[in-house]
């Protein structure tokens, strides 16, 4: 898709889900994984994609905050749902409220066909005023491994901009060191490897807990994922800090915004509006 149709279609959007009131502020990143099958420790598949209230959520409240949505993949294809995230449960119970979610998500221009990491990486990074990266277990598989997402996080820090991640989406924050192919090649082999170099390097920060993945992991009758995402984060150096599982927790470290579960949408999005505004007014 051409930068100049996304323009387009992002305006179309901010109209969309009753942002017309709100005067555009700027256009946030949305940072989503190509892939739909997470790799298991036995060879098997398991399929998985974004998880619903994970991106409709704060999507929801930034538009409503006056935000466009630019959304970016690291293939430019349209990203999967995590069918298991189609739950009302995400949703405080509330069925509607789900499927409003999911009409706008299906609505975002972009959706079925987002830009491509390499065409935002040759643009112009700085028009976007903070990026968001939705969970779910797909990031494990192209955003965590990814040096072009390590270049886009880069920026992002470097100007100080908001940068959201809520559930598994911070595992992407591993892709900013230098090799970071190799250090997730050591977490599957058990090796215990040293981050080289991690831009996140003791930020205090949040993800998916043991506790939690260990709940999901027993849904997989037997199998396992190929590493735990919150031992991972602690040993690149991050200062992990966690709740209750599945009770909200978000952590707020200079520009980097953390959510551990999907119970954090809400606290997520709030704080990343916030942060946003913050950066606006400096």
Not at 29 to 56: C, I, M, R, W
Not at 164 to 177: N, R
Request: aromatic content about 8%; proline content about 6%.
């Amino acid at each position: 898709m051409s930068k100049t149709t996304t323009l387009a279609l992002a305006l179309a959007g901010s109209l969309f889900a009753g942002a017309a009131t709100a005067a555009p502020k700027g256009e946030v990143l949305v940072l989503l994984s190509s892939e739909n099958q997470l790799a298991l420790a036995d060879g098997k598949h398991y399929p998985t994609g974004y998880y619903l209230n994970e991106f409709g959520v704060p999507a929801d409240h930034l538009l409503k905050a006056g935000y466009r949505l630019v959304l970016v993949t690291p293939r430019g294809n349209a990203p999967s749902v995590d069918l298991r995230s189609i739950d009302p449960q995400y949703f405080g119970g509330d069925e509607a409220e789900m499927k409003r979610i999911q009409q706008l998500v299906a609505g975002l221009p972009g959706i079925d066909d987002t830009l491509a990491l390499k065409e935002v990486l040759a643009g112009d990074l700085d028009r976007y005023a903070g990026l968001l990266i939705p969970g779910g277990h797909a990031p494990l598989i192209d955003l965590a491994n990814n040096p072009e997402v390590g270049q886009l996080l880069r920026h992002f820090h470097q100007a100080g901009k908001p940068t959201a991640a809520i559930c598994h989406g911070p595992i992407a924050l591993l892709s900013a060191q230098d090799d970071p192919q190799g250090y997730q090649a050591s977490l599957i082999r058990g090796a215990g490897p040293a981050a080289d170099n991690w831009l996140y390097e003791g930020y205090r920060m949040t993800i998916f807990s043991d506790p939690e993945e260990r709940v999901f992991e027993g849904s997989l009758n037997g199998d396992r994922i190929l590493f735990y995402p919150a031992k991972a984060m602690a040993g690149a150096g991050g200062e992990m800090s966690y709740s209750k599982e599945w009770t909200p927790n978000v952590v707020v470290d200079r520009e980097l915004i953390t959510g551990q579960n999907p119970f954090s949408d809400h606290a997520l999005a709030k704080a990343l509006v916030e942060k946003l505004g913050a950066t606006r007014s400096e």
